[in-house]
């Protein structure tokens, strides 16, 4: 996920097992939602690469998805560089501000701490919902047979079932697993009960809304047949440090545009999944290539296709601001930029912790990326992400753009990212029940 910063690798995983209320006539999927999609400062990068503790497969969980039969559209914003959704939890509904996060699965909200004396209101309070409970830690939701995270709940004070939950940014948050629901009067659907995390404890103001393949995660839980967002063109400079925050959108169930996308299917793996570098419960598209302004990159196809350790997969993350690359793919990336713009290139100059070293002062980005031409990332079936040179810079701090590519090795993981800045004005639907992904230009602060 985005912010002010990037980070040291700090992956941990939690330890926990879904509790589904199962009731027929409510399921999310047979209808569909839409809401406005903003953004918020957090890390660049909030990826939970997994281990093989991880279970679950596309393959299992598409069982039981049936189709959505309508769409409702609701705002999708920027607070900085994350993308962020509000969502009604809880019985009366509490509005929620939720981080989109497809490379995650625990969704979790802030809740209110009653030790301080005036909590803040966006907070989650738990007295005020009828439907809200705490899941005990003697309960199987606790002590799992089949692990979905690496690190174990454990039993409070009160003996609930507690949490800690660490991303790569170094974000943390701890609390309670709840199982709490989300009410959407207006149209008269709630969800099944949800496992959720309390946060009491974070260094975070938003909560995250868990959107990968596991059986945790929002889009399993909710047992939803599709979802899609369409992420907003940054303002002017391609930056969003400053100035007005631009809308796009977040659907829950069908999308009525989805006649004009392009489907990729998805790359799925068995259960048994046991690749050290492979994330099973991410959304793995087929990435073919990378192209400069007409120029084809000469990357080999073996880094974009998941070895017998699982290093070259390519997921598609909302959750990531910055594309990251594995080394062969990034080292002719680079290799091309420096043909085309190497004099105007701040030297010795790498953002954070060196996963980004394609950078130039302000005064030159216009011309930098009048240079550079744009960027395409082709996928296979003749899907491609196509970046304008006015957007081939991201501003990272005042005065200073860089090429929104990282190294992915420098964040400990051995995977292609496509983050949200090369997902900008671009419908993105994850169709679970046909188990691909369709891509659809369009102007987002419209669509």
């Not at 903003?38 to 039981?64: C, D, H, K, Q, Y």
């Not at 969003?240 to 009525?256: D, E, K, R, W, Y």
Request: charged fraction near 15%; proline fraction near 7%; glycine fraction near 8%.
């Amino acid at each position: 996920m985005a912010g002010a910063s990037f980070s040291s690798l700090l992956i941990f995983f939690l330890l926990v097992v879904p509790v589904l209320c199962r009731q027929s006539k409510h399921l999310i999927d047979s209808f569909s939602f839409s809401f406005p999609l903003t953004a918020v400062a957090v890390a660049r990068t909030r990826r939970n690469f997994s281990s093989s503790a991880f279970s679950a497969s596309l393959t299992a969980m598409g069982a039981g998805h049936s189709a959505s039969k309508a769409a409702e559209k609701t705002p999708l914003k920027y607070s900085t560089v994350a993308l962020t959704v509000s969502l009604p939890v809880g019985t009366p509904p509490q509005a929620q501000e939720m981080v989109l996060d497809t490379g995650s699965q625990l969704s979790w909200v802030k809740c209110h701490q009653k030790l301080s004396p005036r909590p803040p209101t966006t907070t989650f309070d738990p007295s005020l919902s009828s439907s809200f409970s705490a899941v005990p830690c003697n309960h199987p939701v606790c002590k799992p047979q089949v692990p979905d995270y690496t690190i174990p709940t454990s039993c409070d004070n009160n003996r609930l079932c507690h949490y800690s939950y660490f991303y790569a940014d170094g974000t943390l948050a701890e609390g309670n697993l709840v199982s709490e629901r989300l009410v959407f009067p207006g149209i008269s659907q709630i969800t099944p009960s949800l496992v959720l995390g309390c946060a009491t404890s974070t260094t975070d103001d938003k909560g995250i809304l868990g959107l990968n393949l596991g059986r945790l995660s929002f889009p399993s839980q909710a047992k939803l047949s599709k979802f899609s967002y369409c992420v907003p063109a940054r303002t002017a400079a391609a930056s969003v440090l400053a100035g007005p925050s631009p809308t796009g959108s977040f659907v829950l169930g069908a999308n009525p545009n989805s006649a004009a996308f392009r489907y990729l299917s998805l790359l799925t793996f068995p259960q048994s999944q046991t690749k050290p570098n492979l994330d099973p419960l991410a959304y793995t598209i087929p990435m073919r290539g990378i192209r400069i302004g007409a120029k084809m990159l000469d990357i080999p196809p073996s880094a974009f296709i998941p070895d017998a350790g699982g290093s070259g997969q390519t997921m598609i993350d909302s959750g990531s601001e910055l594309t990251y690359l594995v080394d062969e793919a990034y080292s002719k990336v680079k290799e091309e930029v420096v043909r085309l713009a190497g004099p105007k290139m701040k030297k010795g100059y790498s953002y954070s912790n060196g996963e980004v070293d394609m950078c130039f002062d302000q005064k030159n980005a216009a011309a930098v990326g009048r240079l550079i031409g744009g960027m395409a990332f082709e996928f296979g079936n003749g899907v491609e992400i196509s970046v304008p040179s006015d957007r081939v810079l991201a501003e990272v701090e005042s005065g200073i753009h860089c090429l929104a590519v990282g190294m992915s090795s420098m964040l400990g993981a051995a995977s292609n990212i496509i983050g949200n800045f090369h997902q900008q004005n671009v419908w993105v639907e994850f169709d679970l029940e046909n188990h691909r992904v369709g891509l659809g230009k369009a102007d987002c602060s419209r669509s």
